[in-house]
């Protein structure tokens, strides 16, 4: 019988992907906004009683940085209170959970990448409302797993590749932050990643349930990585500047590097290099728009 995967934030970078990704793997209910809030925790509960699913995914969140730090309340329910009642009603089920959370969970005061078990210290109420799910869903004791990442891109929605392209066409120069060190993923690339676990089988994936960091391999500044979508044309020209001449509401670490072994060893395969992972989101534009 095919399992139900709920899937949430089913418009959002990630959760686009894994709708379409998902697809031969069962009966998919996308779960948008408008279909489900998870700031409203009575249709959290509705929705999976409603639809019993095998799987959920919660893609959704709160994503939006710098304005979290002005919308707490909102930004708590979302990314901290929701995923606790996914899991809990995840668990009454006996369906497992699949969930991301972030690099901004830790402070970024380490130059080496962090383990799945190094101390976290958010430095912003998006990373402290983050970690708040984490250990929501950690507190249930369901069959969880919890995917960390960091920087997502992809061809929809809002993020750094489609902004630094409308930039590029609007601007002759670009001052781009070169002091802050992360690793850019695709939105795809983490799909597929969660499909292939997915698609192991779920008895396979509730064993291995817990915390991972999943996320491309190298590591990048935001000047690096804006040189790499412009490419090399002389125009428009990208300028590092530091985090402190570019202040924003949200304070974020230095340093977001995470260290992938944990998830290689239990799943048996690691995302590729960012730059590849990059070359092939860019060439799937290509092959889109021609
Ligand atoms: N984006 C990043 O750089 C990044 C980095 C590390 C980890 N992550 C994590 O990766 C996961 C997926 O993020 P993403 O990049 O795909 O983010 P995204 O593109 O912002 O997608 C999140 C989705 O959640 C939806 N959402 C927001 N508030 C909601 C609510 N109250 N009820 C239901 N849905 C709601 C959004 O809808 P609207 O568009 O209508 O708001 C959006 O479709 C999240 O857990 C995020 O924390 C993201």
Same mark, same amino acid.
């Given at each position: 019988?095919?399992?139900?995967?709920?899937?949430?934030?089913?418009?959002?970078?990630?959760?686009?992907?894994?709708?379409?990704?998902?697809?031969?793997?069962? &009966?998919?209910?996308?779960?948008?906004?408008?279909?489900?809030?998870?700031?409203?925790?009575?249709?959290?509960?509705?929705?999976?009683?409603?639809?019993?699913?095998?799987?959920?995914?919660?893609?959704?969140?709160?994503?939006?940085?710098?304005?979290?730090?002005?919308?707490?309340?909102?930004?708590?329910?979302?990314?901290?209170?929701?995923?606790?009642?996914?899991?809990?009603?995840?668990?009454?089920?006996?369906?497992?959970?699949?969930?991301?959370?972030?690099?901004?969970?830790?402070?970024?005061?380490?130059?080496?990448?962090?383990?799945?078990?190094?101390?976290?210290?958010?430095?912003?109420?998006?990373?402290?409302?983050?970690?708040?799910?984490?250990?929501?869903?950690?507190?249930?004791?369901?069959?969880?797993?919890?995917?960390?990442?960091?920087?997502?891109?992809?061809?929809?929605?809002?993020?750094?590749?489609?902004?630094?392209?409308?930039?590029?066409?609007?601007? &002759?120069?670009?001052?781009?932050?070169? &002091?802050?060190?992360?690793?850019?993923?695709?939105?795809?690339?983490?799909?597929?990643?969660?499909?292939?676990?997915?698609?192991?089988?779920?008895?396979?994936?509730?064993?291995?349930?817990?915390?991972?960091?999943?996320?491309?391999?190298?590591?990048?500044?935001?000047?690096?990585?804006?040189?790499?979508?412009?490419?090399?044309?002389?125009?428009?020209?990208?300028?590092?500047?530091?985090?402190?001449?570019?202040?924003?509401?949200?304070?974020?670490?230095?340093?977001?590097?995470?260290?992938?072994?944990?998830?290689?060893?239990?799943?048996?395969?690691?995302?590729?290099?960012?730059?590849?992972?990059?070359?092939?989101?860019?060439?799937?534009?290509?092959?889109?728009?021609?």
């Amino acid at each position: 019988m095919r399992p139900t995967i709920l899937v949430t934030g089913a418009e959002g970078q990630i959760g686009f992907e894994l709708v379409r990704l998902l697809a031969p793997h069962g &009966d998919v209910i996308a779960a948008n906004r408008a279909r489900l809030d998870l700031a409203q925790a009575d249709a959290i509960v509705a929705a999976v009683r409603g639809a019993k699913p095998a799987l959920i995914v919660n893609a959704g969140a709160y994503t939006a940085v710098d304005r979290a730090e002005s919308e707490v309340s909102v930004a708590r329910a979302v990314n901290g209170r929701a995923p606790g009642i996914l899991a809990e009603e995840a668990k009454r089920l006996g369906a497992l959970l699949i969930h991301y959370s972030t690099d901004y969970v830790f402070d970024g005061a380490r130059s080496t990448p962090y383990p799945e078990d190094a101390a976290p210290a958010p430095l912003n109420v998006y990373g402290e409302t983050k970690l708040a799910g984490e250990r929501a869903i950690a507190a249930v004791g369901g069959h969880a797993l919890v995917f960390r990442t960091s920087w997502v891109y992809g061809l929809r929605g809002k993020n750094f590749l489609l902004t630094m392209r409308r930039l590029a066409a609007e601007r &002759d120069e670009l001052s781009i932050v070169a &002091d802050q060190i992360g690793v850019p993923n695709w939105s795809h690339a983490l799909a597929e990643a969660t499909v292939r676990v997915v698609a192991a089988g779920l008895s396979v994936a509730v064993d291995r349930a817990g915390l991972y960091h999943l996320s491309a391999t190298g590591r990048a500044s935001w000047h690096e990585f804006a040189k790499a979508i412009v490419g090399d044309a002389a125009r428009p020209r990208v300028v590092p500047i530091t985090t402190a001449e570019y202040p924003t509401p949200a304070r974020r670490p230095a340093y977001g590097v995470l260290a992938t072994q944990r998830f290689e060893a239990a799943f048996g395969f690691a995302l590729a290099e960012w730059r590849e992972t990059l070359a092939r989101c860019m060439a799937s534009t290509k092959e889109r728009a021609g």
